[in-house]
Nanobody, 119 residues
Framework: VQLQASGGGLVQPGGSLKLSCAASGSIFNIRDMGWYRQVPGEQRDFVARITAGGSTNYADSVKGRFTISRDNAKNTMYLQMDSLKPEDTAVYYC??????????????WGQGTLVTVSS
């Protein structure tokens, strides 16, 4: 199983970006999926999470600006980021709780995609 994150880049303050995370491989079922971010030298922080049924929760720092969504048919998750601030600059990682069969369940991470918010 692999998670491939994409969509990062350089954006000006106040701008928008949309990240994607595609899961591939021997997937039976995907439960929760989420986004985390990390600034070099600091811990990895929670950003947003979405259940298989579509329930969401967000870090206080991104509420009202970021929207997490998923397409279960495509095994893909998204993060729409609006009103971006310089403090949103980080490497963004996707995470998923995946069953590869009825019994085997593991936590997977993508490789990260860099978001830089700067004028």
């Amino acid at each position: 199983v692999q998670l491939q994150a994409s969509g990062g880049g350089l954006v000006q303050p106040g701008g928008s970006l949309k990240l994607s995370c595609a899961a591939s491989g021997s997937i039976f079922n995907i439960r929760d999926m989420g986004w985390y971010r990390q600034v070099p030298g600091e811990q990895r922080d929670f950003v947003a999470r979405i259940t298989a049924g579509g329930s969401t929760n967000y870090a206080d720092s991104v509420k009202g600006r970021f929207t997490i969504s998923r397409d279960n048919a495509k095994n893909t998750m998204y993060l729409q980021m609006d009103s971006l601030k310089p403090e949103d600059t980080a490497v963004y990682y996707c995470n998923a709780d995946i069953f590869t069969n009825w019994y085997d369940r593991n936590d997977y991470w993508g490789q990260g995609t860099l978001v830089t918010v700067s004028s």
